[in-house]
């Protein structure tokens, strides 16, 4: 069984930053794409970025310019460096990472991410 556990979260002003960290239970070459995803109370979940095996990467329109998404394939993890928050930015954030070959999707447990003065 995958396991994805995220840190990192927590409370910030505005305008400050956070990483948030995703590692992964095996090699995260073994997934055709990580990413992260958001859930504000009373809202859907929604994309805020992806990582492909190759590296590409994709961003939300609402994060782009202040939110970066890498991976460190030596540890086996993502990492989500959020820059310039907004209090709209506030979610609990959720690792995910698809698996074409166990045709599976994996998800983390979730870290809160507040901002707030």
């Known amino acids: 069984q995958v396991q994805l556990v995220e840190s990192g979260g927590g409370l910030v002003q505005p305008g400050g930053s956070l990483r948030l960290s995703c590692a992964a239970s095996?090699?995260?070459?073994?997934?055709?794409?990580m990413g992260w995803y958001r859930q504000a109370p009373g809202k859907e979940r929604e994309l805020v970025a992806t990582?492909?095996?190759?590296?590409?990467?994709n961003y939300a329109d609402s994060v782009k310019g202040r939110f970066t998404i890498s991976r460190d394939n030596a540890k086996n993890t993502v990492h989500l460096q959020t820059n310039t928050l907004r209090p709209e930015d506030t979610a609990v954030y959720y690792c995910?990472?698809?698996?074409?070959?166990?045709?599976?999707?994996?998800w983390g447990q979730g870290t809160q991410v507040t901002v707030s003065s």
């Open positions: 995910y990472a698809r698996s074409d070959y166990d045709r599976l999707n994996y």
């Open positions: 095996r090699s995260i070459f073994s997934f055709n794409f």
């Open positions: 990582i492909t095996y190759g590296g590409i990467t």
